[in-house]
């Protein structure tokens, strides 16, 4: 389980969540999963984690904010 991946604004749309995750897969290689969550008002979070392999798996409540719960296969 991860908590949240924020990055500043100016630095958003340059491939820096991407490389994030490809240095946590190294860094985690001998773990096999991933989970996290996002709130389903972040589209933009939505879909950077969809595109770095993350799927959704369940809803929950972030404070009073429905959210999606994601999961990523790092062996795939």
């Known amino acids: 389980m991860v ?3 924020c ?5 958003r749309g340059m491939g820096y969540v991407e490389k994030m995750y ?3 897969r190294k860094t985690y290689i ?3 999963y991933c989970l996290t969550a996002v709130d389903l008002k972040n589209k ?3 879909a950077i984690h969809k595109k ?3 799927v959704r798996i369940g809803q929950l409540m972030l404070d ?3 959210g999606e719960i994601i999961f990523w ?3 795939n």
């Open 3 to 5: 908590g949240q991946l």
């Open 7 to 11: 990055l500043d604004k100016e630095y």
């Open 22 to 24: 490809s240095l946590f």
């Open 30 to 32: 001998s773990h096999r």
């Open 44 to 46: 933009r979070s939505s």
């Open 52 to 54: 770095c392999g993350f």
């Open 64 to 66: 009073k904010n429905p």
């Open 73 to 75: 296969d790092l062996k």
